[in-house]
């Protein structure tokens, strides 16, 4: 079975096939950087990260844009707040972004292109809009008029004839004056007094934030893409409005695909500030929540359903995902070059087992894998499959920390070693990789790793940060035991010494 994807534009599930064999063009709408990333960023990127991993893994060279909106009014109420220039917002939330997507473990795009640095592609399909008679100007300001786009709607489903009683009320006279129809939508805004503004054939002003879109998408991937990701919330009106001005200014299809994400709820209600229910990606984090749990829970849901987020989801997510990291870093602390090793003689036929996966079985789970994955990207049938080869890991596991084993050498032509390398392999197409803790810094090797210790590190802070102090004292026990002694420094900072 082929990939199969469910696409907006048609409402159907559909065959995927790129425009260029085994070559995909993505863009995905990225962040309006006047703030740190939420919980509904999480899941969209989460989601989009297991499609382009997934794309890579069978072969694929994938194109993957995604920008940055470092021009708002957002961005640029919260420089008023903070005293401080539009840019320092938005370089400083882009540089938290990264931070953020890093500990997620989402693969960076190729490119990252800001509308800032897209200007003159901005100007030039304004421009090409209006010798086309689909934009006007009006005392600085430029809009896009609907109506000359004959399909304005076919992505939302939205019709201007049934939608004009709901725009009547929400548009003031001033604009209604100023506009043909009430939904006409502004490709660049005249500059106010004391704004940041840029000069173009209109004035100084800046562009709107629909068109930046569409000339990024010009700019780095052509006229028609592959496939244009986004959360639901911007079907309508962003793109609509994208697919409007890009087809008129182009004469061509903007996508084949698209493809958008559910929201997030918290607790039943929509995550929202004025709720109070808001959650940022580094606040779970810091308060030691694990990125690779956090992953687990996203995936749990399908792409396209609401995900509920709870305390009690959260934690069974957190307890499903340390069962199967336990299984994960059977490999990486036991390995051959660690003398990973094998039962005592009375109990060796465990590695070696006649079980039912063979060679040739795990070729089967991995065909099903990528059945599941094939069916509009099944995370939740996906991870059912990797708990699955995880269970008898799990059980060799615990035979280990009761320490029933004697190093010996070969494990590595063992269906048990097969097995976890499966595990592995299709966990990675999922972004899920082991997570390691100090315990294991002490039982793997004698060399000193000074990534084990890195993280240990980072442990024992996220467990001070949550007033865990018995397990962040045992977490330099440990590291004591294995010669690290760690030097707390004042502003937060810890360094170490071998003792």
Not at 11 to 35: A, K, M, Q
Not at 310 to 338: H, I, M, P
Not at 390 to 410: D, H, V, Y
Request: charged residues 25%; glycine residues 6%; contains cysteine.
């Amino acid at each position: 079975m082929s990939l199969r994807l469910t696409n907006t534009l048609t409402g159907r599930i559909e065959n995927f096939t790129p425009l260029s064999p085994n070559e995909v063009t993505i863009y995905c709408c990225g962040v309006t950087v006047y703030d740190l990333c939420h919980l509904g960023h999480a899941r969209s990127y989460i989601s989009w990260d297991v499609l382009h991993r997934y794309l890579i893994w069978q072969g694929n060279k994938v194109t993957f844009i995604q920008n940055f909106t470092d021009i708002d009014d957002k961005i640029l109420n919260r420089a008023y707040k903070e005293n401080c220039a539009m840019s320092e917002v938005s370089e400083r939330n882009i540089a938290e972004f990264h931070s953020d997507m890093n500990a997620l473990g989402i693969l960076p795009p190729t490119r990252m292109p800001r509308a800032t640095k897209c200007l003159h592609e901005i100007v030039s399909m304004i421009s090409e809009l209006e010798k086309k008679g689909a934009a006007y100007s009006i005392e600085g300001d430029v809009y896009f008029s609907v109506m000359k786009h004959r399909n304005y709607g076919k992505l939302s489903g939205r019709k201007l004839s049934e939608q004009q009683h709901n725009v009547e009320g929400r548009v003031t006279k001033k604009e209604e004056a100023r506009k043909q129809n009430p939904f006409d939508f502004a490709l660049w805004k005249g500059a106010k007094d004391g704004e940041p503004s840029f000069n173009s054939p209109w004035g100084h002003g800046r562009p709107g934030w629909h068109i930046e879109c569409s000339a990024m998408v010009l700019k780095e991937l052509g006229e028609t893409i592959d496939i244009h990701l986004g959360g639901s919330d911007l079907i309508f009106p962003h793109h609509e409005n994208e697919i409007a001005q890009s087809e008129v200014a182009t004469g061509k299809k903007l996508a084949q695909f698209w493809l958008h994400n559910g929201m997030v709820n918290v607790e039943g209600q929509k995550m929202s500030k004025s709720l109070g229910n808001f959650t940022t990606i580094r606040a779970l984090l810091e308060k030691g929540v694990s990125a690779m749990a956090l992953r687990l829970f996203v995936l749990q849901a399908h792409y396209r359903k609401p995900l509920d987020f709870t305390e009690e989801s959260l934690g069974a997510a957190s307890s499903g995902w340390k069962r199967l990291n336990t299984a994960l870093n059977l490999g990486f602390v036991y390995s051959k070059t660690l003398d990973w090793p094998n039962l005592n003689s009375s109990t060796q036929n465990v590695l070696n087992q006649k079980e039912s996966t063979t060679g040739d079985s795990f070729s089967e789970i991995r065909q099903r894998f990528i059945d599941v994955l094939n069916d509009d990207l099944n995370t939740s049938a996906a991870l059912a499959i990797l708990f699955e080869i995880a269970r008898p890991l799990k059980s060799l596991t615990n035979k280990l920390e009761q320490g029933e084993f004697k190093p010996i050498q070969g494990i590595e032509n063992t269906n048990m070693h097969k097995r976890w390398e499966t595990l592995v392999e299709l966990a990675s197409v999922l972004g899920l990789k082991a997570e390691k803790d100090a315990k294991e810094l002490i039982r793997s090797t004698n060399d000193i790793d000074q990534t084990l210790i890195s993280e240990a590190i980072e442990k024992r802070r996220q467990a001070k940060m949550t007033k865990d102090f018995t397990k962040a004292d045992q977490i330099r026990q440990e590291l004591k035991k294995q010669g690290i002694e760690l030097i707390d420094k004042p502003g937060g900072v810890t360094d170490w010494i071998k003792s």
